[in-house]
């Protein structure tokens, strides 16, 4: 079946410093491919997407590419803020659709 | 405001006492589905539907109910409510597509049954 694996965290960083969560998934075709950010006590909410292989994804500075050769769609952002501090989500809609299969979530920290 | 609107917020409910847990999208999304999100599990699929009169299982549907009676509304449906219930439920929507331009997802709703 479909899944989706995160880098364990949670992950702990310093504002200004660069941030990678890695997301690789399983899945036969090509699907499409999310970041979902949850924020304290609100609901997920999209940062990015991206539909087919070689796309890039990008939103408020965060950037993901899909990368069919190695299954992966690893999030990165050059210098993260405080504001940042949330949970990530990478998940995927397979071919056939319809439904959502999430990773375990990164717990992701931002000092000042 | 496009959104999807889940209510209520908070519940808190004894074991067996049926509730239903509203939700309702207004961006004529075709795709609506439950999910649950529980610590070290993450979040899974309850019900989806496609359309209206148009429902599934999903991973974990023992215990509810869904129905689509319009395309707006999916309400989820606890006949018999017990404390492995109790969890953080989320309703979403997707326009077209079958869900592969993404999800909108509410806010959520705390559920804790005693």
């Known amino acids: 079946g479909n899944s989706v694996t995160q880098m364990e965290g949670p992950v702990t960083l310093s504002e200004e410093a660069f941030l990678t969560i890695n997301c690789t998934y399983t899945?036969?075709?090509?699907?499409?491919l999310f970041w979902y950010v949850q924020y304290p006590g609100e609901g997920l909410q999209l940062l990015l997407k991206a539909t087919k292989a070689d796309d890039k994804g990008s939103n408020k500075g965060f950037e993901a590419t899909y990368r069919k050769e190695t299954t992966s769609f690893h999030l990165e952002k050059g210098s993260v803020q405080v504001s940042d501090s949330a949970v990530y989500f990478c998940?995927?809609?397979?071919?056939?659709?319809?439904?959502?299969?999430f990773g375990e979530g990164t717990q992701l920290t931002v000092n000042p | 405001e496009a959104q999807v609107t889940q209510n209520p917020r908070y519940l808190i409910t004894v074991t067996g006492k049926k509730l239903t847990v509203t939700c309702s999208q207004n961006?004529?999304?075709?795709?609506m589905s439950w999910y649950r999100q529980d610590p070290g599990l993450g979040l899974r699929q309850i019900y989806y539907s496609m359309n209206v009169e148009v429902t599934d299982k999903g991973d974990v549907p023992e215990g509810y109910k869904v129905s689509r009676k319009e395309k707006r509304n999916f309400p989820l449906i606890l006949e018999s409510p017990s404390p492995n219930q109790t969890s953080l439920y989320f309703c979403?929507?997707?326009?077209?597509?079958?869900?592969?331009?993404?999800?909108?997802f509410g806010s959520g709703t705390r559920l804790t049954v005693v």
């Open positions: 899945a036969t075709g090509y699907p499409s």
């Open positions: 998940a995927l809609v397979a071919t056939s659709g319809s439904r959502l299969t």
């Open positions: 961006m004529n999304h075709e795709y």
């Open positions: 979403a929507s997707s326009f077209g597509d079958r869900g592969r331009d993404g999800y909108t």
